[in-house]
């Protein structure tokens, strides 16, 4: 989709490395304003090509004063002077806006981070909705402070320690916030962002999932010639889904889809995608089981890089063999690749400056076929480039792709493979875990929670403990069960089930799946840990 096309005005962020930043482009987002984000580093030309009514100068981990500290293009406020667009600098976007226009960054006296309290001093612009004088809590993260304004500058709100926490000059259509008030630390800050965009800016709210897939469905059928056709690797995520839906509606019956039983899925995992491929999306998919092939190479093998490597290589084997006995069908080769990207990734493929990480397209393999064969030279379409995972279930919505799928927890590319710690071809592993698993995220619909975490499952471990089972001595496996929440899984917090939930669950387990004894929860965040355990 040509962001050109769509009917809003357009909020750049020019991204410098804060944590943060996908969190602006989010929230804005969510106003139904429509929000890229591009490198802060970007030429201005290709700035200026993408015609914003609104610059975001985002925050970032760097300083001012060192000689790499990165910077927006020579040239950038002569622009957006002459072209009347707005500029709002956060954190080190503010101290890069002062320092670039004349202004003093100096090291602050006295550091500030985590939760502040600011006090507005001018009850005008960013803040002409308050008094003099009120008070908000927000969130700091800044060690240099401004100790001297550009000429038409003015202080609106200072912090408790007496650092600029706001500034602004009206007359040149440029702001500063020293604190993120993107975060949800920052209670008012949804308040601050609208009242900046629809008071200050002006802009226009056009950003509508309806209009994306329109648009979308537009762009698929021009580039798709009459005669060409496409192929797309279902794995029964929500976003390989929804970017197959979309195509199918373009093209109909030239969209050729593929799911792989791996032998790796949950219980009944294969029965009830299909079904709701075939029935609720009616969309044309081959089931290739691929079980034997994945578990005979996945035998004896415990190291976690080696299987997801190895499952990685043979889903390439699968797909190949899939797009060779196509071409024998259609007498010509398919042309083109659908890939659910996210928008996430297309931001991490292209790093902010002075994060020392290269410019490699990072695609994830729960939805994306990595490495394929240099000779298939498929061309990619990629429907959901521009969008978050929430607008991903929108527009699912939107085309009626089941709630109950696009409400689904993720599932990892490798799947079970890295829910089965070591071998998971050993004894009947594979099995037990399904069992738990179901056992598990059952009763967690039943109990009306699914829907208030972002991702549930079972985990198969190593190890056995004795047990008493029946009056007997029993020796058998242990499962470990964990919940999360998060908003986008870069970070999570373990989620709290009552006592007497986990208590219910876990004698249904042992009572229900013959080899088990032992049943432990685990209760760590991420960071330190990750999500799966593999």
Known sequence: MDPKAV???????????????????????????????ISGTSSLKSIIDLKPSVVILSGGPHSVHTLDSPSFPDGFIEWAESNGVFVLGICYGLQLLVQRLGGEVKVGQKQEYGRMEIQVE?????????????????????GDEAARLPDGFEVVARSEQGSVAAIENPSRKF?????????????????????????????????KMENVMDEEIKVIKNTVGPDEHVICALSGGVDSTVAATIVHK?????????FVDNGLLRYKERERVMETFEKDLHLPVTCVDATHEFLTKLKGVTDPEVKRKIIGKEFICIFDAFAQELERKLGSKPSYLVQGTLYPDVIESCPPPGSGRSHSHTIKSHHNVGGLPKDMKLKLIEPLKLLFKDEVRQLGKIMNVPEGFLKRHPFPGPGLAVRVLGDVTEGNALDILRQVDEIFIQSIKDAGLYDSIWQAFAVFLPIRSVGVQGDQRTHSHVVALRAV?????????WYYFEHKFLDDVARKICNSVRGVNRVVQDITSKPPSTIEWE
Request: glycine fraction near 8%; charged fraction near 20%.
């Open 7 to 37: 009917k809003s005005d357009l909020v750049l962020i020019l991204d410098y490395g804060s944590q943060y930043t996908h969190l602006i482009t989010r929230r804005i987002r969510s106003l139904s304003v429509f929000s890229l984000c």
């Open 250 to 258: 373009a093209i109909g019956d030239r969209l050729h889809c593929v």
């Open 175 to 207: 702001y500063g916030l020293q604190y993120h008030p993107e975060v949800t630390h920052t209670p008012e800050g949804m308040e601050t962002l609208r009242y900046f965009l629809f008071d200050v800016c002006r802009v226009t709210a056009g950003w």
């Open 122 to 142: 001018k009850p005008s612009g960013l803040f002409a909705s308050k008094n003099v004088g009120s008070k908000q809590v927000v969130w700091m993260s800044h």
């Open 485 to 493: 929440t998060s908003q986008d899984g870069m970070t999570a917090d």
